[in-house]
Structures are given as structure tokens and as C-alpha cells.
């Protein structure tokens, strides 16, 4: 079997409300769906995010076509050290989301022409279902409590919240609310995207675990692993690095810093689902586990993962999904993806086990080809509102 063409869909998918960060804000998201054809039928799904933004991922995905037309779908191996070698795009992250794309799309083919789930090709179960977060959009104490409680009655048992506004205080009375709102059982997450100064974080997060915190989430810079492991030393919560991690390569100095006590791991930030299961494996060896980072997905990237974290012990902590932003899906059969208890369940038809809804793929991709960048990264107020970091 050959691989004899890629195409690539650029689709836009609006949240029900804006996504806000420390620095910045999206209405929605843009992923490229990719589909990978081969002579002898199976076609493949892939999925990549717009990051760093949709007219890069497309680039390199005409950039690669050459090197992956005419190998066979089974040698992911093969073709990834082709993309990567000869290709000369060892350069990582900004490439990877493309080239992670045309990885997943391989591994649909196979998983079809095997007649297995992914799962089953990644070391098999061991858990049926994986858990998700629930992403809290900010916005004020009262409206975030009922958010929670929405959340908390739907299933989801670990709340996610961006903090690092310009008001710390706020974020405090933000995470009170959670809690007030989700009751004693629910995880609380706070993620500072870098926003602190190492003293900043020690200050507010202590403050906040007045109302009990999960993990903190990249509360400093990480780019510096030193300061990270500083701060590790001394937070009364464990420390979830991010930024520090995108790549195997950023993993394996975070590790040997002893800079964080969660690793976050992503496909797409490190071309492809092999080396999710890698980077997951690097952190059992230290004794770590993983939960992974998300872009904004859709279902077909959701669904590929789902089958590699199902078949990967240290998957311990619940996960980032847009679950609760999103207001539609493009796979077929669902509105928006079928989380229970917070959830999604592991396919077990062959391949990542998603079809395409057409008709969305087409609603989605006007909207994208309306508006390219109406849901994009790029936040023209973000430098005006956040001049300056860290925030002391
Ligand atoms: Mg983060």
C-alpha cells in the first residue's frame, strides 16, 4: 500500500463563549483536518491545530506532501524520520502540529487495514474511558460558581481556570467561587501561562489553597527550569509544567531539573502520537505522570489521542479538552463530543473509529474561508492589556 496524496481542510469552529488567557483571547478555534489518501483504499483522518497558525500548518503540509507520497502508511517510522531528516524539519513545535497530522492520519490507515483500534496498537487497554477537564472561561465570582456547579452536575470532576490577570486578587476570588460553586470534592486547576514572578506565584498560590488547588499550572517562566524547581520546593501544590514541556527534548531537562511534579505532553506540539506515547514513557521512568495539553481539537484529534492515553498507564491526571467552549464538532453522530462523568469512551471500531460529518466540514470550512482570522491566536488588544511580564 501506498500513501498517494494529502488533502487539508482548514475548518472553524466558534466557542459559546471566548477563551481568555493572561495575555490574550479567542472566540473560537481553527483546526486543519487532514485526509491522507492510499492506492489500495483506506483513507486516513488527521487533525492539526492552527497553531502558530492555520497558514503554517497548511505550508507545511504541501512542504511534506513529497516525502510522504509513495511510502507505505505502515512505516510511520520510516516516514517521520523522512519528514524529519530529510525534510530538515527537526525544528520543532511551530512545525509540529502539521507533521503530527499526517502521523495520525498513518496510524488511521493502519488501525483500518488492521481491523483494530488504535488502542489495540498501543499497547491495549488500560482504562476504557479517559478523563477530561472542564475549561472555566473567566469572568466573575458568581458567574464562574454557577459555571462549576453546571460543570460538577454534568460530571466533570477537575475545573480548569486561566489566572494571572492584571488584579491577582481577583484571581483568588475566582478560585473561591469555584470551590463554592463545585463543593468540596471537585479538583481545582489554575494555569498562569507564565504570567508570575517567582515571588508573585509564591504569594498568590498560597493564598489560593485556601480553597484547595489541584496543580498549578506554569505559574513562571519555562524557559527557566531552576526557578521552576525554586518554586517546586516551595508551593503547597504540586506543579504541573507546560510551557517548560512542549517537546521530549524540553521533558527530559525538565526532569533532570526536577522542575516540575506533573509533565504536560501533547502530539501536536510534538509531531505525532508515537512520540506522545514516548514522552509518556519518559516520565513513568522518573516516576511522573502526564496529563495531556490541548491546542483546541476536534474530535478527530480528541479520538486519536483518547486511544494512546487509554493504552498509557501514568494518563493519571484528567486531561485539557475543549468540551465545554466548543459548540459543535465536525465528527459524525455528535453535536459535540459525547463526554459522561467528564469522559469520552475509547473507540473500538478500527482506525482512530471517527467518520466526518460533511455537511459540517463544509459549514466549518466556509466559516474559516469567511473569516480566517476571526478565531485565530492572535489577540490585537492582548499587548495593550499585558504590556509587561512577569507580573510581580
Ligand atoms: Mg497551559
Not at 465536525?330 to 463530543?337: E, F, I, N
Request: aromatic share 8%.
Amino acid at each position: 500500500m501506498r500513501i498517494t496524496g494529502i488533502e487539508a481542510t482548514p475548518v472553524a469552529v466558534p466557542f459559546h463563549e471566548d477563551e481568555r488567557w493572561a495575555f490574550g483571547a479567542r472566540q473560537g478555534m481553527v483546526s486543519i483536518l487532514v485526509t491522507l489518501r492510499t492506492d489500495e483504499g483506506p483513507v486516513g483522518l488527521g487533525e492539526a491545530a492552527a497553531y502558530p497558525s492555520a497558514d503554517i500548518v497548511l505550508a507545511v503540509l504541501r512542504s511534506i506532501e513529497p516525502l510522504v507520497v509513495g511510502e507505505d502508511p505502515f512505516a510511520v517510522e520510516r516516514i517521520m524520520k523522512r519528514v524529519n531528516v530529510v525534510g530538515t524539519w527537526h525544528h520543532v513545535k511551530s512545525t509540529s502540529p502539521a507533521i503530527g497530522a499526517v502521523e495520525m492520519a498513518c496510524w488511521d490507515v493502519v488501525g483500518k487495514e488492521c481491523g483494530q483500534p488504535l488502542v489495540n496498537l498501543f499497547g491495549g487497554r488500560v482504562r476504557d474511558r479517559v478523563e477530561f477537564f472542564y475549561y472555566l472561561s473567566r469572568k466573575p465570582p458568581a458567574e464562574l460558581a454557577a459555571d462549576t456547579a453546571k460543570g460538577a452536575a454534568a460530571g466533570f470532576r477537575t475545573f480548569y481556570l486561566k489566572v494571572g490577570s492584571d488584579d491577582p486578587r481577583e484571581d483568588v476570588e475566582r478560585v473561591a467561587a469555584i470551590r463554592d460553586g463545585g463543593g468540596p470534592d471537585v479538583r481545582i486547576r489554575v494555569d498562569a501561562n507564565e504570567a508570575w514572578s517567582a515571588a508573585a506565584a509564591i504569594r498568590i498560590l498560597t493564598e489560593m489553597h485556601g480553597s484547595g488547588i489541584e496543580l498549578a499550572e506554569q505559574p513562571v517562566s519555562g524557559r527557566n527550569l531552576p526557578e521552576m524547581a525554586y518554586l517546586r520546593q516551595r508551593l503547597p501544590m504540586p506543579l504541573l509544567a507546560n510551557e517548560a514541556s512542549w517537546t521530549r527534548w524540553d521533558q527530559l531537562e525538565v526532569i533532570r531539573h526536577a522542575a516540575a511534579d506533573v509533565l504536560s505532553v501533547d502530539n501536536q506540539m510534538d509531531g505525532g502520537l508515537l512520540n506522545l506515547k514516548r514522552s509518556a514513557g519518559m516520565a513513568e521512568t522518573a516516576g511522573l505522570p502526564v496529563l495531556k495539553h490541548s491546542l483546541g481539537e476536534l474530535g478527530v484529534a480528541m479520538y486519536a489521542a483518547t486511544h494512546v492515553m487509554a493504552a498509557t498507564p501514568n494518563f493519571t491526571c484528567a486531561n485539557q479538552s475543549y468540551a465545554s467552549l466548543l459548540t459543535d464538532d465536525v465528527v459524525a453522530g455528535v453535536d459535540a463530543l459525547p463526554y459522561v462523568d467528564g469522559c469520552l469512551e475509547v473507540p473500538a471500531t478500527p482506525g482512530i473509529g471517527v467518520e466526518l460529518d460533511d455537511d459540517k466540514v463544509a459549514r466549518y470550512a466556509e466559516a474559516y474561508a469567511k473569516d480566517p482570522s476571526g478565531y485565530a491566536f492572535h489577540d490585537p488588544a492582548a499587548m495593550a492589556k499585558t504590556p509587561v511580564l512577569p507580573k510581580f
